[in-house]
């Protein structure tokens, strides 16, 4: 029986309030029969599931990003939708689809009858301010038939509507480059509607907008008052619209948070809870309009920040000094709701931090980010249950004070908070601490994909650092749907550049006068995220628009890194982060790489000039691909005399050099086998530890592999010794550091002044493990075919992983008993395969469906199938003789 999913519309997990007015519409099949293509669709729509109009049958083996093909959506129109499919092994067409609803938000700036209001009080935005209430009266008569609020903010809000908060989503409107584009909210609202007089109400907070933003300490980045802008619409059963909007009619006033920032916590006075609101009794001013231009205002991409999970208390601590610490296993993002009884006033604090030092909450590496709460308990005798609003934190520990009476650790929860992406990727092994550090690369990405990709979590920085999405993308987009995300991002990223230079180094672009870079330099494997995030996309998606949207940024980008080179494309001066935390680097130095920059930029102009040449070519550019073939093949060409010896060693020989050299193609293919027994013989040198930082590490065991240098990328990422990918895992880490040595053996957290403890980019060789550990890889867009090519190692005994393509789940499971290999595969319907088992046999094509295949194994001698533990001593082993 063939069924095809219900429909999605362009990348929004949930297309209700979307922007666009035409969107593209995609579906999954489920097919039991093997080697299922479909071959035609019909799609119906209609306003509603009774009324839905066909648009006749489309001959195409096309699932994905399908033409809308009715009339473009008005503003606010909801549209029902359906499709049927036909197959290859069908006689007649499937069932139809379950029909899927799309809404749209307002789509036009005139469709805005709200303004952006704001308390008239003055007020110290040098400081956290206390959250203000904005707030107004309206009646309700007859019956509802829908109501859809419509909101956004300068700051971080959170609406009511009699007394009951709206929504799921937290830290809203989330972060973007406000000056160019503001999100707003939609939200469905009828059931929080009463007969007869109703209050709404929005309450802000400092948030993105004027709170403290990156290392710089700036604070009122965007403006130094914050503000709302909301749009009630209710709807009555004979169709009248009753618009109810933010304008100088609202009252403002405050309530119990007295003060918030994303960095440095909440204060909370519950003895105020119900201060502020129109009608509460308390003296309440005129809110004031502010000047604001709704042609800003645009639909979101992706999904929400929401709370996705919640943790109980593992231990709870006394420290040497005698404070009381709870432990919950896990280092998160997030915040912790509490349930507490005692007297009016009382105070409790909550102070959160990653790690313990020799026993202590390890406060330094956050700088000034306080990461506190306070709250002062109402005292009404009853249980006080309170979670912060208005910020997050990275945390594994929390420290308690003031709590009345004997402490009880189930009154605690942590409360995991990120965007609400979806899960689409998963691995496992036979080795625990390899299930671990990809537990660890989960984790890491899901504290830091809070509405942008920030490097970090917790400090005073969580930016949108270019160069770690770059390198983390392949990954991410393995491990959850991020297209919609990303799309945003990426939005933000060209808003920021303009039509001319490199991007910022984060985005949205906080960070300015930071010597000793110009505002914005030409930093290599930064800037490249302009051309590669888009690229990965592309290729998880198949979706031109991300190629069509930013080929203008790869442009200019690729223009500014060649102006930087200089007219020979040769770099030489200046500075660059390069292989940024190269393990050799000192703590306080971490851009000093054994690998030059120079080398980095070079290998990265090369590489990313060939990829803006295949998206200009895509995109009908001809012209442009042209002259950026010529780029590359320049760039190509000083990069091999500069850094290749003539008996073809690297120069300098370091991980990064050779990773770089065969991953991005600036190699002979007549040299690619000696360059891959020298990349061995290198990590064999370094002990088998790692030797490479951001820019090598996510390429050094797909260079070794790729050349049949299996066992000694085995040996580098089963490595436990420091630095390695397992040395953190064996430290107990449950996220990926920021630096290999983040904490040191003796448990002490490393002297530099940037070290984090949840920063995911180190955590990119998850990718390799997808595709070459389990052996589940893309082979064409959107995972259309698949390359199943595991290769097991270093003791291994089974491996698998599983990827939700657009299509349907793909999934591959091998093991080994130490005589024969098996393997399993699930293909999605639509798509196929090509397999390639350890021995060389089973390279053939398969279509959808379940398959088996088996092989003898070891293929060349027994050293494949040595225990694990051989690889996990940490004893390096003599450097193998050139």
Known sequence: MTTPSTLRFEHHEEPFGIGEDRPRLSWQVVSGQEGWVQTAYELELGPDRNSLVSYGRIDTAEQLLQPWPAAPLASRERVAARVRVWGNHDGGPSDWSPVAWVEAGLLNAADWQASMIRPAWDEDSEAPEPASRLSRTFDVTGPVASARMYASAHGIYVASINGRRVGRDLLAPGWTSYHHRLRYQTYDVAEYLRQGTNVIGFEVADGWWRGQLGFQEKRNTYGDRTGVIGQLEVRDAAGHLTVVGTDHTWLAGRGPVL????????????????????????????????????????????????????????????????????????????????????????????????????????????????????????????????????????????????????????????????????????????????????????????????????????????????????????????????????????????????TDGPPPLVVPEVINDMPPFPTRPVMAAWGDAAVLVPWVIYRQTGDLEFLRRQLPGMTAWLAAAADAAGPELRFEQGFQFGDWLDPAAPPNNPGAARTPWQLVAQAYLAYSASIAAQAAALMGEDGEAVRLREVSRQARAVFRTQYIADDGTLRPSTQTSYALALRFGLLEPEEHAAAGERLAETVAADGYRIATGFVGTPLVTDALSDEGQVEAAYRLLLQTECPSWLYPVAMGATTIWERWDSMLPDGTINPGDMTSFNHYALGAVADWMHRTVAGLAPADLASRKLLVRPLPGGGLTWAAARHETPYSEAAVRWEHDGGTFALSLTVPAGCTAAVSLPDGSGAVEVGSGTHSFSCAFPPTGAAVAADAADFLNGDPEPALQP
């Open 259 to 498: 003060a918030a920032g994303l960095y440095e916590g909440e204060t909370y006075d519950a003895r105020l809870a119900d201060a502020g609101w129109a009608g509460s009794g308390t003296q309440l001013e005129p809110a004031v309009v502010d000047d604001f231009d709704p042609a800003l205002l645009v639909a979101p991409d992706g999904p929400a920040v929401r709370a996705t999970e919640e943790l109980t208390v593992k231990a709870v601590l006394t420290t040497p000094s005698g404070k009381t610490v709870l432990d919950f296993g896990q280092n998160l993002v997030g915040h912790v709701r509490i349930s507490v009884r005692g007297e009016a006033g009382t105070e409790v604090v909550l102070r959160h931090a990653e790690v313990l030092e020799h026993g202590e909450l390890g406060m330094r590496p956050l700088r000034t980010a306080t990461q506190t709460e306070s709250y002062i308990l109402r005292g009404s005798g009853t249980e006080e249950v309170w979670a912060p609003e208005f910020t997050i934190h990275g945390f594994r520990y929390v420290e308690v004070s003031g709590w009345p009476g004997e402490l009880d650790p189930e009154a605690f929860t942590a409360v995991v908070v990120h965007s609400e992406l979806k899960r689409t990727g998963f691995f496992e092994c036979s080795e625990p601490m390899l299930n671990q550090l990809h537990s660890n690369v989960v984790w890491g990405m899901r504290g830091n994909f809070v509405d942008v990709p920030t490097d970090c979590p917790q400090r005073n920085e969580r930016l949108g650092w270019t160069g770690d999405f770059q390198v983390f993308a392949p990954t991410a987009s393995f491990l959850y749907r991020i297209p919609g995300f990303t799309a945003s991002w990426l939005k933000d990223l060209a808003a920021e550049q303009g």
